[in-house]
């Protein structure tokens, strides 16, 4: 799922994922973290067997411990060190805002890097509206399992879909539930919608099976 979130978004900016040598790199809290760290491993063996060529430049990984001031910080240390990175991996729904925040710091917006991670719908929409992200994963609390979430203009199939929208929140074209045992993968947009903004007004669905 984050691996391929991630290629969606170096697809949409003339990447070639497949024959490319992508460079990339993981940022989220810390190395104790059992989930996060299972959905690392689980993604550093897909991409060694699906992207041979790409190539991970800080294999420690970086980490800002859940503190939203640090990611910013530690957002901009990755884009010092890699001026030049392609991709961005932040499974950590603090780490993600703050890599954002840091990118936009750096004047590098959706055209110029991919990141992808997890985070809420309200910490990320401004990035979203800033053209800073392409796409992200949602999190659910109440199952304790990610939705991978796309603005208004890449909408996802609709098996097993359901709208990730609230209220207060942008209307995301679609989200899907991948349980954490579930492979890293997710299936790449089909369809285009003509919404150009992140944040209409809410609207919602029920799951479908």
């Known amino acids: 799922m984050l691996v391929d979130m991630g290629v969606d978004g170096l697809k949409q ?61 530690i957002g901009e240390a990755v884009l010092d060190a890699y001026p030049d990175i392609d991709l961005i991996i932040c499974n950590d729904s603090t780490a993600l805002p703050g890599q954002l925040q ?14 992808t991670g997890f985070a809420s719908p309200n910490s990320v929409k401004q990035y979203c509206s800033n053209g800073t992200i392409y796409n992200w994963g949602l999190w659910d609390c109440g199952l304790r399992a990610p939705w991978a979430a796309t603005p208004p203009h890449t909408s996802l199939p609709a098996t097993r879909s359901r709208s990730a929208t609230r209220s207060t ?3 995301w074209a679609s989200a899907r539930f991948f349980p954490t045992t579930a492979s890293p993968r997710v299936p790449r947009p089909r369809t285009r919608t003509t919404a150009s903004s992140c944040c209409p007004s809410a609207s919602s669905s029920p799951r479908t099976t």
């Open 13 to 73: 900016r003339g990447k070639d994922p497949d024959n490319d040598a992508i460079t990339y790199c993981w940022h989220y809290s810390q190395a104790t973290v059992t989930d996060q760290n299972s959905w690392h491993v689980a993604a550093e063996k897909y991409i060694s067997e699906t992207y041979p060529k790409w190539q991970n430049v800080h294999p420690d990984n970086y980490y800002s411990e859940q503190d939203a001031e640090k990611a910013i910080t």
């Open 102 to 115: 840091a990118a936009e710091n750096k004047g590098y917006n959706e055209d110029t890097i991919t990141i």
């Open 169 to 171: 929140s942008p209307t």
